[in-house]
Structures are given as structure tokens and as C-alpha cells.
């Protein structure tokens, strides 16, 4: 094989995340969380990464699993609905999978669902048998009714899905839905969820071998304890001995209550728990013989 057919080694990673739209701001803020910094560069298009060798692209949502699948991407951040429609649509048109979720993100959630006009009474999915259904998840919304064994008519729509009903153009629609006020403000309820979705980072199915390997797996580590982070607390209190049973009934869904010393007959308690504590449930501790309790957040941690 002659060298210039062979693949150009790169030691930089390169997330593609999106420029503008509900996943910028928050895609941005993880990545900052996981300790990158980046310059940007005068077209605002590509970061160029300072703390890490590991740039930014700024693009459209939809160009990100093509930008993973052709290699000019090593990962990218996207909703698991486009990553999993364009999964789809490729595997539809017989090609490979070349793109997968590495790991779920906790924001940016919405459902995939299938809508009718609020006055259908809906009994299940063979009632969309022989109706027209405006999306612009076609390849998902295929599978779906293959799946469910159901034949309608997919019409396919790059934007404002909600209204097709009132335009004749279909019946019903498949579109995301997050609080469920558009669907409302047109008079369409949900019935029907085809996929939940949640900002993922998506990566190539094939793992880069070469010095972006080891940049990868510090990155999804890092992403890791920031995710796993996000809601810990740490809670400190100090409980009298023949109290710590019940308390750390109270405390069942936290790790293990550690025991520090203390004085007398007074111990100091701490232990991490999963989300975020309510004043009501502090207030339990309390009557249950917690006292001086404290909420602490958690910054960093490594697993
Ligand atoms: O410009 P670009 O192509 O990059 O952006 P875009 O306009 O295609 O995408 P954008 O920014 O609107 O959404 C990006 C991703 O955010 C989506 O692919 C989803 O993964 C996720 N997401 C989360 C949502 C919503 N929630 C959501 N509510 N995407 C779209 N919506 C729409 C919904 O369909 C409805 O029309 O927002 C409207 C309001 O929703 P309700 O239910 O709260 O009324
Ligand atoms: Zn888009």
C-alpha cells in the first residue's frame, strides 16, 4: 500500500455538537464541565480545543451522524430521535449501522409520539390502518408500523408537522413532543409513543485505534462523573447511636451511612445520595434525630 492511501493519523478528537437550537447551550456547558476549553475560530463553525486536544464543530443536528458516519467526526452530541432515524433510514436503504449512542446525556428529553385530533377516540394502533401521517422521522415512523403490522400512507414533512390535520395533507402526525403545548394549540392529543429520546453521545461504530483512543476513553470517564454528578449530594448530620438505625432506614435509596468520629455519644454521619434533597425530607431526618444536617454539592468525582 503506498503512504498516501494510507489513513492520515490524528491525534486531535473532534466533537461535532450543534451550533444553534435546544442542544447547543448544553452540550457546550458538559463539555466544559469535563474540563475542555476551546478557541473559537472567526466563522464561529470549529473550536479549536486548549486544554485538550479536542475540537468543536459547530453544525445543524441533522448533518451530525453523517458527519460520524464519513469519519470527519469522531463524536458528536445529538438527540438519540435523529441519531436513531438516520440509523434507521440507512439500515432501510441496506447499509450498515455506522453510528452508535455511547452514552445517554439527561437532557434534552422528548418522546417521538404519534398524535390525533383531540375528538378521535383512540383504541390502539390499528386505527392508523389506511390513514396518512405527516412526520419528519419517516424511517422511524416505517419501523414503527412495521412493527406494529399497521399499513398508512408516511408523508413526509420537513417542518410544522402539527399542522398537516388542519391542512388535509393527514390524519394524524408523528412528531416530538416535550410539554405537549403545540400539540394542544392544535388541537391534537398524544396517543401513541414511538420512541423516548434524550441527548446522547454518539460515537462510530468502529472506536478510533490510534492516539484518539486514549483522548476518548479520559473523555467518556470524565463525562461519566459529571453526568453520574449532576444530582448527587452529599449529606452530613450527626445522630445519636440508638438513632442510626432508623435514619438510615429513612436514607434506603443513598450508599451506606459512614461513620466518623464523634464525640461521645453523638456520631457524625455522611453519606452520597442520588438526587436532590427536599426540605420536606430533611425536616423527616430531623424528627428521626439527624442534627446540624447539611447539603453539599458535589463537584467532581472519579469513579
Ligand atoms: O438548526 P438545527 O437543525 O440544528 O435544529 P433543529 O431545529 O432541527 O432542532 P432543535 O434545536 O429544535 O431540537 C434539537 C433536539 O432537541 C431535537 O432533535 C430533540 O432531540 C430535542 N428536543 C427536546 C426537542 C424538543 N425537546 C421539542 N419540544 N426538539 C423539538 N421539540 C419541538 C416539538 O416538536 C414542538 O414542535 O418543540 C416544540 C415544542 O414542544 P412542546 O411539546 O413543548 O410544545
Ligand atoms: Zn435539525
Excluded: H
Aim: hydrophobic content about 45%; charged content about 25%; some cysteine.
Amino acid at each position: 500500500m503506498s503512504a498516501s492511501k494510507a489513513a492520515p493519523v490524528r491525534d486531535r478528537l473532534r466533537i461535532a455538537i450543534q451550533k444553534n437550537g435546544r442542544l447547543a447551550e448544553p452540550a457546550r456547558n458538559l463539555l466544559a464541565a469535563c474540563g475542555l476549553s476551546w478557541r473559537e475560530s472567526r466563522d464561529k463553525l470549529f473550536c479549536y480545543g486548549e486544554s485538550l486536544p479536542v475540537d468543536l464543530l459547530l453544525v445543524r443536528d441533522d448533518d451530525i451522524p453523517g458527519l460520524i458516519a464519513d469519519g470527519v467526526c469522531d463524536l458528536g452530541i445529538v438527540g438519540r430521535n435523529e441519531l436513531d432515524e438516520q440509523d434507521a433510514a440507512r439500515r432501510q436503504r441496506g447499509l450498515p449501522s455506522a453510528f452508535q449512542p455511547l452514552r445517554a446525556l439527561g437532557f434534552g428529553q422528548c418522546s417521538l409520539m404519534l398524535a390525533v385530533p383531540e375528538e378521535w377516540e383512540w383504541q390502539g394502533p390499528a386505527q392508523a390502518e389506511g390513514t396518512r401521517i405527516a412526520t419528519s422521522y419517516p424511517a422511524l415512523l416505517t419501523q414503527w408500523l412495521q412493527q406494529q403490522g399497521v399499513q398508512a400512507e408516511v408523508v413526509e414533512l420537513s417542518g410544522s408537522v402539527e399542522i398537516a390535520p388542519r391542512l388535509g395533507t393527514a390524519e394524524l402526525i408523528c412528531d416530538l413532543v416535550s410539554s405537549g403545548a403545540t400539540l394542544r394549540a392544535n388541537q391534537l392529543k398524544p396517543v401513541q409513543t414511538v420512541l423516548d429520546s434524550e441527548a446522547v453521545l454518539a460515537g462510530a461504530v468502529l472506536a478510533p485505534d490510534d492516539a484518539r483512543a486514549g483522548l476518548l476513553s479520559m473523555l467518556l470517564r470524565r463525562l461519566d462523573g459529571v453526568v453520574q454528578q449532576q444530582d448527587r449530594k452529599l449529606l452530613m448530620f450527626r445522630a445519636e447511636e440508638n438513632r442510626v438505625a432508623a435514619l438510615a432506614q429513612l436514607l434506603a435509596d443513598a450508599e451506606p451511612l459512614v461513620r466518623l468520629p464523634g464525640e461521645g455519644d453523638v456520631l457524625q454521619l455522611q453519606t452520597m445520595c442520588p438526587g436532590p434533597l427536599s426540605w420536606q425530607r430533611m425536616e423527616e431526618l430531623e424528627r428521626a434525630g439527624a442534627q446540624g444536617l447539611m447539603v453539599l454539592s458535589v463537584e467532581r468525582s472519579l469513579a
